[in-house]
């Protein structure tokens, strides 16, 4: 795949939208599937959680809520990672240069339920 070099954007939307080369695109994406997936493993314990609880099984949506913490953990470390190192490569970039910018545009992250 062929590398162009792009400038900032005039808006932040632009650079929001901006192309990526494709080894970063890779990084993206994984870190967008490991975000969905530990998002899911939360909502469905929760979800479950608060169904039993309405079934009048309040002993079982106790235990469902127990894990909730666990998952709720693994997905605000994975997200305070990500942020850390978004802010790094940000002040990084800001300070001596530019970023390089794929041909292949890839799909915006879908945004859960």
Known sequence: ??????????????????WLPEAKAHIFHDQVH?????????????????ELEQMGQP??????VGITSSLCKLLTQT????LRALSTTGAA???HEQP??????????????
Request: net charge neutral; charged share 20%; with cysteine.
């Open 93 to 95: 970039l800001g300070s």
């Open 1 to 18: 795949m062929k590398d162009c070099v792009g400038t900032r954007g005039k808006s932040v939307k632009d650079d929001w939208r901006a």
């Open 100 to 113: 390089a910018q794929s041909c292949a545009a890839f799909p915006a992250a879908p945004i859960p339920p």
């Open 59 to 64: 002993g079982k949506s106790q235990q469902a």
């Open 34 to 50: 490991q975000l969905e997936s530990n998002y899911v493993m939360l909502s469905v314990s929760l979800d479950e959680a608060i």
């Open 79 to 82: 997200l305070g990672g990500l």
